[in-house]
Structure formats: structure tokens, C-alpha cells
């Protein structure tokens, strides 16, 4: 692994994320804006999320390859059918869309703009070292995959 350390779960860095999005709109001005169907969006983000991250594990387990997002190295198997041959990472990918129903149910600006740090901190400390370890793994197979599959989406 390079200079980039996983340090922090994604399932950790969701919630932090997620405290803090909650946070902001107990502390900034109310920059707000009023979403008539709050709850309902915010169902239907979490319920995508959630189905794409169950779809997305259904796939690891399939091809009895690790899930554990902090030992990359451990992979076994380079899983790129289903939403893989879409998105190289749908479960972060299911992260980010239950965040973003979380921002919209909040309805608060600054708690959605905490949205670009979480993409940001993904692509930087834990999407590239996954795809160093990944490209260490898997070589030409990887790349070849990488160039035609997307990052997110």
C-alpha cells in the first residue's frame, strides 16, 4: 500500500458523516430549504441504498471474495458483473445515496455540502489504495476493468 492509509470503516465514516450532516443544522444559519415529502424521500434513498449495498454483498459472497473494505489486499476473487459492471464501488456508491436522503430529510445546505467532503475523503483514502491493492492483485485484468467501468457511477 502507498502513502494512502485506510484508516477509518466506511460503515464508520457513513455515520460520522452522517452526525456531523445532523450537527450542522443545529449550529449554521438556517440556509434550509422544505422538501414536501421528507420521510418519503428519505425512504426511498435509504431503501436504494440499502438494496444496492445487499445486491452489491450478494456478489462478493458469491464469488467468495472478501467484503472487509479495509483488507483489500485480501481479495480473491475481482467481482464485475451485476451493478460492478456499472459502478466500480455500488456499495459506496449505496453510502452516498442513503447520505443523500439523509441531507434531504434534513433540508439544511451546509449538512448537504458535508456530501462532496464524504466523496472526496472516499476517492483519496479509501477508493485508491482499494485500487492499488486491487491493480497489485489482479494486474491487467483490473485495468482493463477500470478503464471500462466507472469510479462511481
Known sequence: MSNLEL???PPALVLITAVAMWGLTMITPPIMFLLQFKYVTLLIFIS?????MFHSAMLFSSEKTTINPMKPETTS???TTGLYSYSRNPIYLADLLILIGW???LGNLFSLALIVWFIN???KFQIEPEEQAL???FGEQYLTYKNRVRRWI
Open 7 to 9: 484508516k477509518i470503516p
Open 121 to 123: 475523503y472516499m476517492n
Open 77 to 79: 476473487a475481482l467481482v
Open 48 to 52: 436504494a441504498g440499502l438494496l444496492v
Open 135 to 137: 491493480e497489485k492483485l
Open 103 to 105: 441531507g434531504l430529510f
